[in-house]
């Protein structure tokens, strides 16, 4: 006989196995607006989290409210958690299990002070009638975000395409001698001068 925590013996006991939502309901949903978005360079990995059974596409989606998304070093993503700036941002919903957001964690850093995961609001459909509340996206850290807006000159894009990535270049293949935290203070400071040398 199995244990209480076996579906089968739950079933016994007169306790019902989980159901497909109750299981869902334990899966957070993702907000992915760059790299991780299908056919760019790391979906790779929620391909893999997807045949674990720890994630699952939900849909296409875009942010509810205007978000700024900006390109920094190496053409890197950084959505910013500055509503109304922007643009409402494009991206794709996934459904993800604990498992999986702690290697989506480790991937954006977020123990680093690369990206934090905050709440985001999101639309389903293009006329806004599936809104999505409690989801989560990946943001650029706090720390940095408005500097980025500001090297960005303020100005964001709606959507993370093979157009605007071109350029991007992987972490394998960046310099190593800098953090990544580094590489962003490197090329806002870059920027900056730039907009004032031109200006």
């Known amino acids: 006989m199995g244990t209480a925590s076996d579906p089968a013996a739950a079933g016994e006991q007169g306790i019902p196995p989980p159901s497909a939502h109750q299981k869902a309901a334990r899966r957070t949903l993702v907000f992915t607006y760059g790299t991780l ?3 760019f360079s790391n979906h790779p990995l929620l391909q893999e989290l997807s045949r674990a059974g720890d994630a699952s596409l939900v849909g296409a ?9 900006v ?3 190496y053409r890197v993503p950084f959505l910013l958690d500055l509503p109304g700036a ?43 009638s599936a809104r999505v509340d409690g989801a989560v996206a990946y943001y650029a850290h706090s720390g940095y975000a408005a500097d980025l807006w500001r090297s960005a000159g303020e100005k964001g894009i ?5 157009d605007v990535a071109r350029g991007y270049v ?14 962003i203070r490197t090329f806002v400071s870059s920027q900056s001068q730039s907009q004032t040398s031109s200006s």
């Open 86 to 128: 922007g643009e409402r941002v494009a991206g794709e919903l996934y459904a993800v299990t604990a498992r999986g957001l702690a290697r989506l964690d480790e991937l954006e850093g977020v123990d680093r002070a690369h990206y934090e995961r905050r709440p985001v609001a999101v639309d389903l459909a293009a006329d806004g």
């Open 61 to 69: 989606a875009v942010t509810s409210s205007r978000l700024p998304l």
């Open 37 to 39: 978005k299908r056919g």
């Open 71 to 73: 390109c920094g070093p």
């Open 170 to 183: 992987r972490r394998k293949d960046r310099p190593q001698g800098q953090t990544f935290l580094e590489q």
């Open 158 to 162: 709606p959507e993370y395409t093979h």
